[in-house]
């Protein structure tokens, strides 16, 4: 059974950093895309940044400069580094990841469960 179990959240002051970490593990064939999103309260859920296979990323508007996303393959996880965080920053962050599970033939999305990022102001 694949799970990503995410780390890293918690409170700081504005213009502070965090880094979060987002771990892979169970019967891995392969890792596609891996990313991060968040929810805010009343908000839907965003796509914050992204990282291909191949070490390409995209980031949303708002976070880039910022935060940076990079990917250990060997660990099967995804990092998102957080600097200059703001208030608007707060919210849940969900890691997201394509993975081949082994015995299966297509690639699935699985999520983590989410870690709670608090910028106080």
């Known amino acids: 059974q694949v799970q990503l179990v995410e780390s890293g959240g918690g409170l700081v002051q504005a213009g502070g950093s965090l880094r979060l970490s987002c771990a892979a593990s169970?019967?891995?064939?392969?890792?596609?895309?891996m990313g991060w999103y968040r929810q805010a309260p009343g908000k839907q859920r965003e796509l914050v940044a992204r990282?291909?296979?191949?070490?390409?990323?995209n980031y949303e508007d708002s976070v880039k400069g910022r935060f940076t996303i990079s990917r250990d393959n060997a660990k099967n996880t995804v990092y998102l580094q957080m600097n200059s965080l703001k208030p608007e920053d707060t919210a849940v962050y969900y890691c997201?990841?394509?993975?081949?599970?082994?015995?299966?033939?297509?690639?699935?999305?699985?999520w983590g469960q989410g870690t709670q990022v608090t910028v106080s102001s």
């Open positions: 997201n990841a394509e993975i081949l599970a082994a015995r299966y033939t297509r690639y699935l999305n699985y």
């Open positions: 990282i291909f296979s191949g070490s390409s990323t």
């Open positions: 169970g019967s891995i064939s392969s890792i596609n895309t």
